[in-house]
């Protein structure tokens, strides 16, 4: 399986993560990055079955140079996992997603020697009927735009690597034709501002504002958009890994 773990020197530049995401009739996935990128910020995709596509962003706390490991065994267990419980026509989805949750929770707790919390946005689209199954473990809200709106997708349980049985909702929510599902990472929502307002964030609301006001034509140039609107926020000065990942439903 291929790692999507690197170190890498200090850098402001925005650019996308070397992942292939898997094509999808009617709607594009992709994701970027920018920052120093050296935090527990990571995202994954794969086709689990003909119709429906899993990815999650996963933000762990602590280093990537000392977590590093970590990060790779939650990502085989998203994986192998993911594509085991998701494999077949006619499942719930609401409870493989619980299960797939549990499963990395206890992976992350058995790879740990101290308390790694990681914050996590996991879901499955899809594509025949343009739903979105998801759990939000202590994550940053994602924001999902339509023709009516934003809404927020909240937290639906605890970080994972806590506690061994700690469980999550998994709610299913509609994606009409040209919505679009926004995920940032803490990062992003943490950012400062210009050296004269360090300690005022960049905040879900801007980036909410940003969502409404950007195009929906594809998924990578929204994540780009966001991260550049936050990067002229901080004046340049970014100080964390910074994500953001999209799903937009072209047709």
Do not use: W
């Not at 120093?36 to 596509?53: A, C, I, N």
């Not at 034509?217 to 929204?222: E, F, S, V």
């Amino acid at each position: 399986m291929r790692t999507l773990f690197r170190r890498s020197r200090e850098s402001a530049a925005i650019e996308p993560i070397p992942v292939v995401f898997p094509k999808i009739k009617g709607a594009e996935l992709a994701a970027a990055m920018a920052g120093r990128r050296d935090t527990g910020d990571f995202y994954d995709s794969l086709r689990v079955s003909p119709e429906r596509v899993l990815f999650g962003l996963l933000d762990l706390a602590g280093r990537r140079e000392e977590n590093a490991a970590i990060l790779a065994a939650a990502q085989e267990n998203f994986r192998n996992v993911g594509a085991e419980l998701f494999s077949k026509e006619d499942i719930n989805e609401a409870n493989a997603m619980t299960e797939l949750s549990l499963h990395i929770n206890r992976k992350l707790i058995e790879s740990c020697e101290d308390v790694h919390p990681c914050a996590a946005f996991i879901a499955c689209y899809h594509e025949k009927f343009g739903t979105l199954c998801y759990t939000n473990a202590g994550h940053t809200p994602a924001l999902l735009r339509d023709g009516k709106g934003i809404v927020e997708l909240s937290s639906t349980g605890l970080p994972l690597g806590l506690f061994s049985h700690a469980t999550l909702d998994a709610p299913t929510v509609g994606m009409g034709e040209n919505a679009a599902l926004l995920v940032v990472s803490r990062g992003v929502v943490e950012c400062g501002g210009p050296t004269h307002e360090p300690d005022r964030e960049f905040g879900l609301e801007r980036v909410r504002e940003a969502l409404q006001l950007a195009s929906l034509d594809h998924a990578q140039t929204l994540c780009s958009s966001i991260l550049e609107i936050a990067g002229k926020y901080t004046g340049g000065a970014f100080c964390d890994d910074l994500t953001a990942l999209a799903l937009v439903r072209t047709g």
